[in-house]
């Protein structure tokens, strides 16, 4: 059963967090939020009004969950007098604590994603690497391991775009995941991806290597204004492979647009590459490939403000996008984050969306500072 000190640490705990969330300003400032909703001419602007609803419904998360936490730490309080007279079991004293405790990590863990895109929806992007049929397969159980992870969270995901490898797995994919704080947890995700194991596909059972890049961008909405240019625009069609019924073969209704976009730092020139299979209209594959564009370009501004931050604030690590960030070792039943050294040897239940402990520990070290 739990110690008195385990107790107390849960209750100092839960208070410093109300410290630094600042519980009675929130509650005071989501009244005068509220009041401004009443007025006769609110929805006049529906783009200025769903951010003002966007910001009353974060001031609501936050005194919501923290009056449950604080409803929970009072219900250990009262598991422990009851234990005491014989009234509940040590089996209900540890029940409490262990919810009481799993909702305060949470809410620690959700007070280092403060900055503003945190809260965004986001965009996942898997693309296989070299080696063929050996790096797609991965690449597909890459994406199955994401689409679980959604799934455990009650995140709502959709496939923009799929296609297929040659023999097996895919050669890339881009899910748009939506649910809070969406971006805030799987931006840890963001990197190479490495698997070590004895592959299906080779007859003589070797040890095989393979690679997986995984992008994370924000998913930016109608109230983000990201500057598009429209004579930098060309698109292609094509038609569709995979899921969609016969029509898609038939009719080019998968788009390819292009973006010539030049640093606005360098001056360097790129060409940004979306392609958009999701819907049987092209029309609606051309307005979900401008919201990818967006959000791309959102995300670009973002990591040059991230990195100019980074030259500022000293001791603090920069991100590395494109490094590789954890090994899967089948064989060794090993799976291992190298920016923290966490690791665990349930590579099943990390494959079928388990990612929680790897990015606690990527939040911990990463957005510690900015929870600070």
């Known amino acids: 059963m739990i110690t ?8 100092e705990r839960a208070q410093q967090l109300g410290h630094y969330l600042n519980i009675d300003a929130k509650r005071i400032e989501l009244e005068e939020e509220e009041l401004r909703t009443q007025a006769p001419d609110f929805w006049d602007d529906a783009k200025a009004a769903e951010a003002q609803m966007k910001k009353v419904k974060g001031l609501q998360f936050w005194i919501t969950h923290y009056e449950e936490l604080q409803s929970l730490v009072g219900e250990v309080e009262l598991a422990l007098e009851f234990y005491k007279d014989e009234m509940v079991t040590e089996q ?9 405790l799993n909702t305060l990590e949470s809410l620690e863990l959700k007070n ?19 080696g063929g049929t050996e790096s797609q397969d991965w690449a597909a159980m890459l994406m199955r391991m994401y689409l679980r992870y959604a799934e455990a969270h009650n995140y709502r995901t959709r496939i923009a775009n799929l296609q297929d490898g040659d023999e097996a797995g895919i050669k890339t994919c881009t899910i748009e995941i939506e649910g809070d704080m969406a971006y805030g947890y799987l931006k840890s995700e963001n990197g190479v991806h490495r698997l070590v194991r004895v592959s299906p596909f080779n007859a003589q059972g070797k040890r095989m290597t393979s690679f997986a890049s995984v992008f994370v961008t924000p998913l930016v909405d109608d109230t983000i204004e990201v500057t598009v240019d429209p004579s930098k625009i ?3 069609t094509f038609r569709s ?6 029509n898609v073969n038939k009719v080019e ?10 640093d606005p730092e360098t001056g360097e020139q790129e060409e940004i590459l979306i392609e958009n299979t999701e819907s049987r209209k092209q029309l609606e594959n051309r307005n979900n490939a401008m919201r990818l564009l ?3 370009l959102y995300d670009r501004e973002l990591k040059r403000r991230q990195a100019a931050q980074a030259k500022i604030e000293a001791g603090k690590k920069k991100i590395e996008w494109g490094s590789q960030i954890r090994s899967y070792v089948f064989d060794d039943r090993r799976v291992k984050d190298h920016r923290t050294n966490y690791q665990t040897s349930d590579v099943g239940g990390v494959m079928d969306g388990k990612l929680d402990p790897f990015i606690k520990a990527y939040l911990m070290s990463e957005g510690g500072a900015a929870g600070a």
């Open 4 to 11: 008195q000190e385990q107790y107390k640490q849960l209750v």
């Open 92 to 100: 209900e004293v540890d029940e409490a604590y262990a919810k009481a």
């Open 112 to 130: 280092m994603l403060r900055a503003d895109e945190d809260a965004m929806d986001c965009v996942l992007k898997i693309n296989s690497g070299a």
């Open 234 to 236: 060309t698109w292609d």
């Open 241 to 246: 492979s995979g899921a969609g019924g016969q």
């Open 253 to 262: 209704t998968g788009v390819r647009l292009r973006y010539q976009y030049t």
């Open 294 to 296: 967006r959000s791309n």
